[in-house]
């Protein structure tokens, strides 16, 4: 049972320009979240999705930012006109219920020039 | 969400026993405490949770005691593979989903 899948790994954008962050959850979970962590501190939480729907956003910037899991396909965390204070490492987690226990994927981590 | 305080870092000597522990005063009669653990460029990954007395598992051992307001994970005979940050975490578990991470416990191993 491969884990949860994130890519790219790595990602190079320039200032303006969109990111896209791609997760496949592990197989059977239907919960995703998606979390950031700048360097040298702790994740912080941006959404909670389950199949096409959005369950928590609290933790999303207001503008730029929008996630989505629809019925087929990976979820996708879209960054749009990137700046350079968006350079962080994006994770991506799933669980099969809501739960305490996450599986987190690699990361991506973004790189705004 | 209960805020929670531990160590910024620990060192170890590989063979030791190492205990980290996780204050959270303000712990809801709901929450339940969970540890994660990250290596450098990658994911977290889940460790162990409870919510009171003793829970063990093949990796660690977790200790509550009566009153919840602190934590201590214990990590049997550290090898170098245990270098990571640790991180405690404490919210409610089939409810509400996010985890609130702090900026953990960095544990380096040593020979």
């Known amino acids: 049972n491969a884990g949860v899948m994130q890519n790219p790994r790595h990602l190079v954008r320039r200032r303006g320009q969109e990111a896209r962050l791609r997760c496949s959850p592990m197989k059977g979970h239907s919960h995703v979240y998606w979390y950031r962590q700048l360097p040298e501190e702790g994740l912080k939480f941006m959404v909670y999705l389950q199949k096409e729907n959005i369950i928590d956003e609290s933790g999303m910037p207001k503008e730029r930012f929008s996630a989505e899991f629809p019925k087929e396909g990976p979820s996708i965390l879209r960054i749009q006109q990137v700046v350079r204070g968006d350079s962080a490492a994006y994770f991506c987690?799933?669980?099969?219920?809501?739960?305490?226990?996450?599986?987190f994927g690699p990361g991506t981590r973004l790189t705004v020039l | 969400l209960a805020k929670t305080t531990q160590p910024i870092s620990m060192d170890s000597y590989e063979g030791q026993e190492v205990n980290i522990t996780c204050s959270h005063n303000n712990i809801a009669t709901n929450d339940y405490i969970t540890w994660y653990q990250q290596f450098p460029s990658q994911g977290p990954r889940f460790i162990i949770q409870?919510?009171?007395t003793k829970v063990t598992n093949e990796v660690a051992s977790l200790f509550i005691p009566a009153d919840r307001k602190s934590s201590t994970l214990s990590l049997p005979r550290v090898s170098l593979s245990d270098t990571a940050v640790y991180y405690c975490l404490v919210g409610r578990t089939g409810t509400a989903s996010k985890l609130t991470f702090g900026t953990g416990t960095r544990l380096q191993v040593t020979l």
């Open positions: 987690a799933s669980s099969p219920a809501v739960s305490n226990e996450q599986f």
């Open positions: 409870g919510y009171k």
